[in-house]
Every structure is written in structure tokens, then in C-alpha cells.
């Protein structure tokens, strides 16, 4: 056995279950936000109008939210377990990861900052 | 000596699982990709209604039109393929995956379809 996997145990199995987790709730959030801004969309483009009035529901930003959230830890989990099944060194694993959770850090604050800011711009 | 298998070695691609297998992994990644530069992009957009609107009214020429459909349908391959892995983790799918396998890309194919039209006919052939 490769002297890399001596240390085994159930660290990867959260993640396991938390990526089918963050799947099915996708899957329903996906086709929504595909409806209201691909498929229904009042004439031909998204407005600016258009995006103003969804955003400022009380409910529509948590969901905005959840969708961001969700969306963040399934994308970044996934390349996550691609990168574990090709990196067996302890250094890159701390490389990787390290990296993986600062960009997910950082989208996460750009896409809660747009949420925040649709929310409170006045529509005209 | 047991042989490394690499997920490049093609000799292990007469199954749908596994095609099933590297395509996920493909359309995933390519599917974070998508998504950081949305969130980046639409961040931008908060900047008022005249950048907005120029910039979707650009959006919505027939090549990002294309483009949108190609992301409809990579997001369907996925969803869809995901299913069929919830449902063979979850709920003894693996007995028949293959059959799982063809009829949800089947499903998701339609949806492709419906989506598309859908989207294509947003079209701007005239900007301006």
C-alpha cells in the first residue's frame, strides 16, 4: 500500500455527504434561477428593472443566498475531490486547499456584496 | 505488479460509467470556471441602469446566445448524471445504471431542446 494512505479516516465523508446535499438542493435552484432570468424575462433582454424588482422581496435575497452558498461549496468541493484523487503529498493537499477555500472566500463576499447591493438600490 | 490506471488510459472506456464518470468531472470543472466569472461579472453590474442594459443588450447577440445554450446544456449533463449518482448512492441504482443513464440524458436532452428554443429566441438580430 502507498505509505501515503497509512493515516485513513472519516475526515472525507462529510464532505461526501454535504456535496449530495448541496446537489439536489442545486438542482431545484438552478432551474429556478434558469426560469427567471433565461427563459422569462418580459420582452428580450434581463433589465436592469427586471433584476431590481426580484431582488428587493424580502425572500428573494436568502434564496439569492443560499443559491451563492450552495453553489460555492459543490463547485469548490468538486474540484476539491478531483485535486485529492491526483495529489497525495500532505504540502499540495495544504496548497490546494488553502487555495480553494481563499477564492471561495472571496466570491462568496463579491456575490453576497451584489445581493446586498441590489437590495438596497433604489429602483426607479 | 499491478498496473496504475490513469483516467487518461482509454482501454477503460468501453462502459458507460465511466464516460459518465470523466464527462461529470469535465462539465464540473468547467461549471466552477463559469461560475466565479459570473459572480465577478454580475458584481459589475450593480453599477446602474445604463451599464446594465448596454452590456445584456450586448449579451444578447447570437454568439453569447450560442455560448448560453452550450451552458444549458453542460448544466443539464451534469444535473441529470447527478441524479443517477444520488440515485446509485442513496437507492440501489447501480443495478441499472446504464439504464439510468440513457434515460436521464434523454430527459435532460429535452429539456436542452425546450431550454434552447427558449433562449434563442431572445435574440437581438439587431443591436441598436
Redesign the interface.
Known amino acids: 500500500m502507498n505509505k501515503n494512505f497509512k493515516q485513513t479516516s472519516k475526515a472525507g465523508s462529510l464532505g461526501w455527504l454535504l456535496q449530495?446535499i448541496s446537489?439536489?438542493i442545486?438542482?431545484v435552484l438552478?432551474f429556478f434561477h434558469?426560469i427567471v432570468y433565461?427563459?422569462i424575462?418580459q420582452g428580450?433582454?434581463?433589465?436592469?428593472?427586471y433584476?431590481l424588482a426580484r431582488a428587493q422581496s424580502w425572500w428573494f435575497p436568502l434564496l439569492q443566498f443560499l443559491f451563492?452558498l450552495t453553489?460555492?461549496y459543490h463547485?469548490?468541493n468538486?474540484?476539491w475531490s478531483?485535486l485529492e484523487d491526483y495529489t497525495t503529498s500532505k504540502f499540495w493537499r495544504l496548497v490546494w486547499y488553502s487555495l480553494l477555500l481563499t477564492?471561495g472566500t472571496i466570491?462568496l463576499f463579491?456575490?453576497t456584496?451584489?445581493i446586498i447591493?441590489?437590495y438596497t438600490?433604489k429602483a426607479? | 505488479m499491478v498496473k496504475k490506471t490513469r483516467f487518461y488510459d482509454f482501454t477503460y472506456y468501453n462502459f458507460i460509467g465511466s464516460w459518465a464518470w470523466i464527462l461529470h468531472r469535465l462539465a464540473g470543472l468547467a461549471l466552477i470556471f463559469y461560475l466565479s466569472l459570473h459572480i465577478w461579472v454580475i458584481n459589475s453590474l450593480t453599477q446602474g441602469e445604463a451599464v446594465f442594459d448596454q452590456v445584456m443588450t450586448f449579451l444578447n447577440s447570437v454568439p453569447f446566445k450560442l455560448l448560453e445554450t452550450g451552458l444549458w446544456g453542460v448544466i443539464l449533463f451534469h444535473a441529470f448524471n447527478g441524479v443517477r449518482i444520488v440515485m446509485v448512492d442513496f437507492f440501489k441504482g447501480s443495478l441499472v445504471q446504464k439504464k439510468l443513464f440513457v434515460v436521464l440524458i434523454a430527459v435532460a436532452f429535452i429539456l436542452w431542446a425546450l431550454g434552447s428554443y427558449l433562449i434563442l429566441s431572445h435574440v437581438q438580430w439587431r443591436v441598436g
Open positions: 449530495r446537489a439536489v442545486l438542482f438552478l434558469f433565461h427563459f424575462t428580450r433582454t434581463t433589465t436592469y428593472q433584476v451563492l453553489a460555492l463547485g469548490l468538486g474540484v478531483v477564492v466570491l463579491v456575490g456584496l451584489t447591493k441590489l438600490l426607479a
